[in-house]
Structure formats: C-alpha cells, structure tokens
C-alpha cells in the first residue's frame, strides 16, 4: 500500500519561505505525477503545483515565480519550496502521486502565514 508522508509545514510570517517534502513509500515501481494541493477552511482544495515523471511542472496562477515544485526520483520525495508567502497561501497542503492509473493522497500539513 503506497503511503505519503509530508513535512515542513510550519508558521511563517508574510514575504518568508517555507520548503514542503513529501516521501512516498510501500511501491517498488516508480512514480507518475507527484503534486501538491492546498485547501484553506472553508474553500474548495485546489491544485497548487504538479510535476509529471519526466520533470515537466505545472502551477496554478496564483504561486507562479514564488513556489517551485521538484522531485527526487530516487527518494520517490517530492518537494515544494514556498518563497514570499502571503497570507493568502495559508491552507493545509496535501501531496499527492499517481501510479498505475490509481492517486494516493497524504494526510497533509498546515502552512499558517501570519505575522
């Protein structure tokens, strides 16, 4: 059974950094898309930055130029660095990776931009 495990989640204050990893493990085969999504109380959860196999990323318009998304192919880690962060970003942040037709989701964690 795959499962994901994400870290890096935290409190930081407006126009800070944050850097997400999320490990994914219980597979020998590889990996497809590897993502992260956001969902903030009482807002729909929405895709925040995806990247397929082969390297190729995706952002939503919202965190283009701030956030970077990359992965490890070899850890099966995929990563999220959060640069100049606006409240707005607050959310509990869910990774998510596909694999043979099937997406598995972690258990997320909490991103508070607050001064």
């Known amino acids: 059974q795959v499962q994901l495990a994400e870290s890096g989640g935290g409190l930081v204050q407006p126009g800070g950094s944050l850097r997400l990893s999320c490990v994914a493990s219980?597979?020998?085969?590889?990996?497809?898309?590897m993502g992260w999504y956001r969902q903030a109380p009482g807002k729909e959860r929405e895709s925040v930055a995806t990247?397929?196999?082969?390297?190729?990323?995706k952002y939503a318009d919202s965190v283009k130029g701030r956030f970077t998304i990359s992965r490890d192919n070899a850890k099966n880690t995929v990563f999220l660095q959060m640069n100049s962060l606006r409240p707005e970003d607050a959310a509990t942040y869910y990774c998510?990776?596909?694999?043979?037709?099937?997406?598995?989701w972690g258990q997320g964690t909490q991103v508070t931009v607050s001064s």
């Open positions: 219980g597979s020998r085969y590889s990996f497809g898309t």
């Open positions: 990247i397929s196999s082969g390297g190729t990323s």
């Open positions: 998510t990776v596909t694999q043979f037709g099937g997406s598995y």
